[in-house]
């Protein structure tokens, strides 16, 4: 039984029970700010209701993926500013990116709640510290160290520890995880032998340079954002009058995803609080997949033994995905284990049928990225926007066969984790103009022919290198190209919501989603880590090399690393609205051993496999198999060294990336002005006729029959068709289309 929140009880509106709730989640970009308190509450299941309306005490809410989490604490947030029980400036709502902060900003501002404060620990916390710095110190704040990863090489190679690229990385990564869990230098090595940690060198070694990296640091009168939440808990513990300071401005604390806190930020939150109980906070255990950086879902589990009075929210009705997705899901936490299992949510789909998930067998990687792109190219036909498609895999060197394959079968993508939109050059220059244009009114000349926002928008942009058609290729120009569309389907958007809306009220929107990080979405599929995908959700997802070894990873050794593997795959599988694909491969090469086998995590849910026991045949009982139309062929081997070649991009050369290219530089040329050429007739990006690497591969192989153009990978059966008699004629030293002439 869920204990009263002391609040008067609101009925809901006789609208709910017949359909009239609004989604959880994909809602309207531009929403109406409701007209009253009450209002905010419309649309709201009874159990976010529950959450809107729990404004006293300490509050838990245990929310499932998909099922409005953010929506319940954004209305909670906006009923209570609206209801005029919180003030805005006494608001703190804490979260763990920049872009969950922006969204949530965005939401609230949406709902009439603009003054709220929604940061990231991070953020929150460097504003008291540049704030206190002088009252608490003195003097000037130490610089903030923006990368870490040049201070610790440095600090390595001072202790004549010599790391490779790959093992810098991942000791600056034990670094940040031994400060969040407020582990010293001295004590590192103890502390990794108590947590069970696989540390990526001698935790003696790591010691060093921890230690040399903390001294260095010193010297040069630095902190990095680590020190940023260890010196604010410093200054609040030891300074009881800044303490007080900060809990009369902050008396209400709102913490999302709160299965992700670490040791660290759970003390400053602390100190935020002092002896009161105003905090209301969300989270899924069954979501904690970041333990590597010292998080852990003690403090959501524990929430209830810390405060026995809490009022406890569960939210299980899924929005998002399709009881065929959902049922996955729910399967896939079934067979956990562990105490995170023990409070695992059972989520129920409030949506439609859709089909049922896909589970293709591949013969290798390559015709596992191939088949993926060939069936991403078919829902973009049917009808499915490429932004809302994504391909998710575990770590991030699987993307480069991806993007090799979606590129060749002409479709656009963007890379997880690129820079700010708001941040982007082309966009600070488009929001410029657009500015000027509102000021100018109709003494702007560009602005004379041109009545709706959208047009107004679109001939501003066309200033700024916007164009009806994309632009030819992929890069600078086309990301560029990219940035500007997203503002022309922004405008587009705006004005349906606000037919009477000018250019200054666009202009005053972009500033507003600016000051949140609140973006448009830039059309493209989405390729992305597992761990990158959380927050997000797309129409259709592909979770893709699905093995044993890289699902659960390999170096899961643990019962609880290997449920943390199963809790990922459990994100990425709730990402998904709708479509759902699970591929794996059985080998890695053309022509290798089979020897792979799919994951654990699927036995007992995928057709055809058992609970437990060997993995049943690929191609039974439902599963597909992939790549039907793709050859059986050999290992690939360098034509310069002979060496077998596992690596995406040098088996579509054909020879290792540090032997000598014998490429015919002429010809290389000759073939991208033919490429150009039929971009432009066909009016498609230059990738969609070949990538750059296929055409150095054929300028290197010069292939004279079609057979030998056909085993250059990249070029498929329907480019062979479509393109292969130019391609031969260009290395024969003719000009394309000579034989039809002839003929």
Request: hydrophobic share 40%; proline share 6%; glycine share 10%.
């Given at each position: 039984?869920?204990q ?10 006789a ?8 989604a ?9 700010v ?6 905010v509450?419309?649309?709201l ?24 989490k953010?929506?319940a ?28 902060a922006?969204?949530?900003r ?5 709902l009439?709640a603009?003054g709220?404060?929604a ?6 916390a460097l ?19 923006e990368r ?34 407020q ?7 103890a ?5 069970l940690?696989?540390?990526?060198r ?34 609040l513990?030891?300074r009881?009058?800044i303490a ?10 709102v ?12 003390r ?5 609080l ?13 979501q ?10 003690d403090?959501?589990?524990?929430f209830?033994t810390?405060h ?5 929210v569960k939210?299980?009705r ?7 997705v959902v049922h ?11 105490r995170?299992a023990e ?24 015709a ?18 490429a ?22 079968a ?11 939109f ?7 220059e ?8 509102a ?9 004379d ?11 501003v942009?066309?200033?700024?290198g ?15 190209w990219?940035?500007?569309a ?5 405008a ?6 606000r ?22 979405t830039?059309q ?18 592909f979770?893709?090399?699905l093995?044993e070894?890289m ?11 290997v449920e943390?593997?199963?809790r990922?795959?459990y994100?990425?599988v ?5 479509h759902l ?5 059985l080998s ?21 496999s058992a609970a ?17 139309r ?7 081997l360098?034509r310069?060294?002979?060496k077998?070649?596992?690596d995406?991009g040098?088996?579509k050369l ?17 073939l ?5 050429d039929?971009a432009?007739?066909?009016?498609q ?5 070949f ?6 591969a ?21 480019k ?24």
């Amino acid at each position: 039984m869920r204990q009263p929140c002391g609040q008067p009880p609101h009925p809901p509106p006789a609208t709910w029970q017949h359909g009239g709730v609004t989604a959880a989640t994909h809602s309207s970009l531009f929403p109406q700010v409701p007209e009253s308190a009450d209002a905010v509450l419309d649309g709201l299941d009874p159990e976010q209701r529950e959450v809107a309306t729990a404004l006293h005490g300490p509050v838990c809410v245990l929310a499932g993926a998909g099922t409005g989490k953010t929506r319940a604490i954004t209305h909670r947030i906006a009923y209570g500013v609206r209801a005029g029980i919180l003030q805005p400036a006494s608001v703190l709502a804490v979260t763990f990116t920049n872009r969950a902060a922006g969204e949530m900003r965005g939401r609230l501002r949406q709902l009439g709640a603009g003054g709220v404060q929604a940061r990231t620990f991070h953020s929150a916390a460097l504003r008291q510290l540049q704030y206190f710095w002088p009252k608490a110190v003195g003097g000037d704040m130490p610089r903030l160290l923006e990368r870490k990863i040049q201070l610790v090489a440095e600090a390595a190679a001072r202790c004549r520890i010599r790391l490779d690229r790959n093992e810098l990385r991942d000791v600056t990564g034990e670094i940040e995880w031994a400060k969040v869990t407020q582990t010293v230098p001295a004590d590192y090595p103890a502390a990794v032998s108590k947590s069970l940690r696989d540390a990526p060198r001698d935790p003696a070694e790591i010691s060093q340079v921890y230690a040399m990296y903390e001294q260095l640091k010193r010297d040069r009168s630095v902190i990095d954002f680590e020190d940023v939440l260890l010196l604010t808990v410093g200054i609040l513990q030891d300074r009881h009058d800044i303490a007080d300071h900060v809990r009369r401005q902050y008396q209400h604390f709102v913490v999302d995803e709160y299965q992700d806190v670490s040791p660290l930020q759970q003390r400053l939150l602390d100190l935020w609080l002092g002896d009161r109980e105003s905090l209301c906070v969300v989270g899924d255990a069954s979501q904690t997949i970041y333990s590597f950086t010292g998080a852990t879902p003690d403090h959501l589990l524990n929430f209830r033994t810390r405060h026995p009075g809490a009022t406890v929210v569960k939210l299980v009705r899924d929005y998002r995905s399709t009881p065929q997705v959902v049922h996955l899901a729910n399967g896939l936490l079934g067979q956990a284990r562990g105490r995170a299992a023990e409070h695992r949510l059972e989520l129920i789909s409030q949506r439609e049928p859709g089909p049922e998930p896909s589970y293709v067998e591949y013969a290798d990687e390559p015709a596992e990225a191939e088949g993926t792109a060939r069936r991403i190219r078919e829902l973009i036909d049917a009808g499915v926007p490429a932004g809302e498609i994504a391909v998710l895999y575990r770590i991030n060197a699987q993307s480069e066969v991806y993007e090799q394959a979606l590129a060749d079968a002409g479709v656009p993508y963007q890379l997880r984790g690129a820079e700010r939109f708001f941040e982007r050059q082309e966009v600070r220059e488009a929001g410029i103009a657009l500015r000027g244009a509102a000021r100018a009114g109709g003494n702007d000349a560009l602005l004379d022919d041109v009545e709706d926002l959208p047009s107004q928008v679109r001939a501003v942009l066309s200033t700024k290198g916007w164009t009806t058609e994309p632009p030819a290729g992929s890069g600078a120009v086309r990301d560029r190209w990219e940035s500007l569309a997203a503002l022309v389907r922004l405008a587009e958007d705006f004005v349906r919501a606000r037919p009477q809306a000018t250019l200054a009220d666009l202009v005053a929107e972009l500033d507003e989603r600016a000051a949140a990080q609140h973006a448009p979405t830039v059309q493209g599929v989405t390729l992305a880590s597992l761990h990158s995908a959380k927050g997000l959700e797309w129409d259709a997802v592909f979770l893709v090399g699905l093995t044993e070894g890289m699902m659960p990873i390999t170096y899961a050794k643990t019962d609880e690393q290997v449920e943390e593997e199963r809790r990922l795959l459990y994100v990425g599988v709730t990402r998904a609205r709708l479509h759902l694909s699970l591929s794996w491969a059985l080998s890695r090469a053309p022509g290798g051993r089979a020897s792979r086998r799919p994951t654990r995590f699927l036995n007992g849910i995928r057709p055809g496999s058992a609970a437990a026991g060997p993995r049943t045949a690929g191609g039974a009982g439902g599963v597909e198999r992939g790549g039907g139309r793709r050859k059986r062929r050999g290992p690939v081997l360098c034509r310069v060294c002979g060496k077998t070649l596992t690596d995406a991009g040098e088996m579509k050369l054909m020879r290792c990336e540090d032997c000598p290219s014998d490429m015919d530089e002429a010809l290389y040329e000759r073939l991208r002005e033919w490429r150009s050429d039929q971009a432009k007739e066909l009016g498609q990006p230059a990738y969609c006729v070949f990538t750059d690497k296929t055409l150095m591969a054929i300028a290197e192989a010069v292939p004279g029959t079609e057979t030998e153009l056909a085993g250059i990978s990249g070029v498929g059966g329907r480019k062979l068709d479509r393109f292969g008699a130019d391609v031969l004629a260009i290395c024969a030293g003719e000009e394309p289309g000579e034989a039809d002439e002839e003929d």
